[in-house]
């Protein structure tokens, strides 16, 4: 989209306005796409930073995954975008811009359906900034996506989950998990130390209370580090009697860092003693892996796949 797009307006007009104004504030510095129709981007930004976008084709779902903050403050250890800590929170504009920008990659007579907020950063630590754009992007003169298309993915921060919960607002949670126990979670997302697994657990639930949406707990499997048997015995424990789904996501490497996918019979052991729980789980299908879909690995990697 230009300002020589807009035909509806006097060519004048339409010159006028691209002598004055710029249309898009972001820089796409690299647009990747994969064999599967993920497509990323990489944008530097007029504030400072780089970040990822991501738009996912699935079906007739066309998701996006958008980025939250500049870094990441988090220090999830086997995460590319916490490397390097937080640089600062992306403005409302920015966010939005991520979201017109994917957009822009669909066909006229395609839009956008879902849009997880699942990209570098932590997005309950930029709910001043995220709220305004989830607004627009669910607003039927924006985007038009209902809430409960828009998920927004967290560590877990009880104070942010709450005020969620006071506001009403109808998101998707996804709540990042990774370890059932604080010992074991403590050395994958340190901020849990500050935490601990039973307030962001609580925080959840009444969110789940006051909105009615389904929880959704993430946890990344990595091997040997959380994929055992015992692991999978006390998150059973942990999420017996909750109305929420369990998403797996087997790691995904990251150069430079030391962990690894789990072996493909310690992922049917972990699914079937949850199963067998009667917890309800699903194994997540890793995408784009060939363009490195992961949070943060883009803009630390020297891409190989097709630039467009
Ligand atoms: S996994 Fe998410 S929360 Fe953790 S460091 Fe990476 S971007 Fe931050």
């Known amino acids: 989209m230009s300002f020589a797009d807009m035909t509806d307006l006097p060519a004048k007009l339409r010159e006028a306005l691209a002598a004055e104004f710029t249309l898009w504030e972001s820089k796409v510095v690299r647009h990747l796409q994969a064999p599967d129709g993920t497509e990323k981007l990489l944008l530097e930004l007029p504030g400072?930073?780089?970040?990822?976008?991501?738009?996912?084709r699935d079906g007739v779902r066309r998701s996006i995954c958008i980025s939250s903050q500049v870094g990441c403050a988090m220090g999830c250890v086997f995460c590319a975008s916490g490397l390097d800590g937080v640089d600062r929170n992306l403005t409302t504009g920015e966010i939005i811009e991520e979201m017109l920008l994917l957009q822009q990659l669909l066909p006229a007579d395609e839009r956008l359906s879902h849009i997880v907020v699942m990209g570098m950063g932590e997005p309950l630590a930029n709910l001043d900034n995220l709220l305004p754009a989830l607004a627009t992007a669910s607003d039927p003169k924006g985007l038009?996506?209902?809430?409960?298309?828009?998920?927004?993915?967290?560590?877990?921060?009880?104070?942010?989950?709450?005020?969620?919960?006071?506001?009403?607002?109808?998101?998707?949670?996804?709540?990042s998990l990774h370890a059932p126990t604080d010992e074991l979670r403590d050395q994958l997302v340190p901020v849990n130390k500050a935490i601990g697994v039973d307030a962001i657990m609580e925080a959840s639930d009444r969110y789940f209370e006051a909105s009615g949406r389904r929880l959704t707990f993430e946890y990344v499997l990595l091997r040997g580090v959380n994929d055992r048997p015992e692991d999978a015995l006390e998150l059973a424990a942990r999420l017996r009697g909750r109305p929420a789904l369990l998403n797996v996501i087997p790691y995904n490497p990251v150069a430079g860092l030391p962990y690894e996918t789990p072996y493909f019979s310690a992922q049917s052991k972990f699914r079937e003693i949850l199963e067998s729980a009667g917890i309800n789980v699903q194994f997540r299908e890793r995408k784009g892996d060939s363009i490195n879909a992961a949070c943060g690995q883009l803009r630390r990697s020297t891409p190989t796949a097709t630039e467009a």
């Open 48 to 56: 400072g930073g780089r970040i990822e976008c991501v738009l996912l």
């Open 144 to 175: 038009g996506i209902s809430q409960r298309r828009i998920t927004i993915s967290t560590v877990g921060l009880p104070p942010a989950i709450d005020r969620l919960t006071r506001e009403e607002t109808s998101y998707n949670l996804a709540v």
